[in-house]
């Protein structure tokens, strides 16, 4: 019997594609100044320069960045910052 579920080898894991054409990684951002999910704020503030109605158009302060999503789990948590001593 056939299956129409894909598997995927767990060795392969890590070569799985995550992230944009600007960054490599497993994590999403969300824009905290229009609360939408983005690959990078490069992708952000290409989408919004790219709106019809340019009283919409605005970039992301990436300091403002409040929250990352896993784009393997799709869990939502705070971004993390480590402090070098």
């Known amino acids: 019997m056939e299956s129409d ?9 890590g070569k799985l594609q995550h992230g944009c054409e600007h960054y ?3 994590c999403k951002i969300r824009a905290p100044c229009c609360d939408q999910i983005f690959s990078c704020r490069h992708c952000h ?8 109605n340019p009283k919409e158009h ?13 784009s393997i789990c799709n869990t939502e948590q705070q971004v993390g910052f ?4």
């Open 58 to 70: 605005h970039e992301i302060v990436r300091h403002d960045i409040k929250q990352v999503i896993c």
């Open 24 to 26: 490599k990684r497993r």
């Open 82 to 85: 480590t402090l070098l001593a």
């Open 45 to 52: 503030n290409e989408a919004t320069s790219s709106l019809s």
């Open 5 to 13: 579920s894909v598997a995927v080898n767990t060795q392969d894991f």
